[in-house]
């Protein structure tokens, strides 16, 4: 930056002050375009997320659960004395599957809740990213607005003592 400095301040580069102008502009035009540069590459990656304009699905109502069958010892022994234990080993497997197909439906249900609140607040978070960069830019622009008008102040003060521009 220096050296850019330099050939800025051309024949009045060993002047300090003319040096230190010029050196505010380079430095100015410098983080001006990191910052840009910055602001971009989190552009492409806000533009280039195919889901990030469309608002996550998490519309999806919760299974009704599925009624419960209630058994129990006395009922299990009342039906293996009637010789009818089987049907009601079969209702029993029947109810815990239902009853385990429809928590496995609700957990599917639920992490896809989940993951939508973390997509909405990635991309509330990434907008807010943006956002940041896109001030600090703009105060990285007033920035070396401001040292390019000191420059050029400094550069008028030099002509009007006398002497020629580099």
């Known amino acids: 930056m220096a050296d850019l400095a330099r050939r800025m301040?051309?024949?009045?580069?060993?002047?300090?002050?003319?040096?230190r102008t010029a050196l505010r502009v380079v430095e100015a035009a410098v983080d001006v375009?990191?910052?840009?540069?910055?602001?971009?590459?989190?552009?492409?990656?806000?533009?280039?997320?195919?889901?990030?304009?469309?608002?996550?699905?998490?519309?999806?109502?919760?299974?009704?659960?599925?009624?419960?069958?209630?058994?129990?010892?006395?009922?299990?022994?009342?039906?293996?004395?009637d010789c009818k234990g089987e049907p009601m080993w079969e209702a029993e497997d029947t109810s815990l599957m239902q009853e385990l197909a429809w928590g496995m439906k609700v957990d599917r249900i639920r992490f896809a809740r989940a993951e939508a609140r973390q997509r909405m607040r990635q991309r509330a978070s990434a907008w807010k990213r943006l956002d940041r960069r896109d001030r600090y830019e703009r105060r990285a622009m007033s920035r070396r607005n401001t040292a390019i008008k000191s420059f050029d102040a400094a550069?008028?003060?030099?002509?009007?003592?006398?002497?020629?521009?580099?």
């Open 155 to 166: 550069w008028a003060t030099t002509l009007s003592a006398g002497n020629t521009l580099p």
């Open 33 to 81: 375009n990191r910052a840009c540069w910055a602001r971009l590459e989190l552009l492409e990656r806000v533009v280039g997320d195919t889901e990030f304009h469309e608002p996550p699905q998490v519309d999806e109502p919760l299974p009704a659960r599925p009624p419960r069958v209630r058994f129990s010892l006395a009922a299990d022994t009342w039906d293996y004395r």
């Open 9 to 19: 301040a051309g024949d009045a580069a060993d002047t300090p002050s003319a040096f």
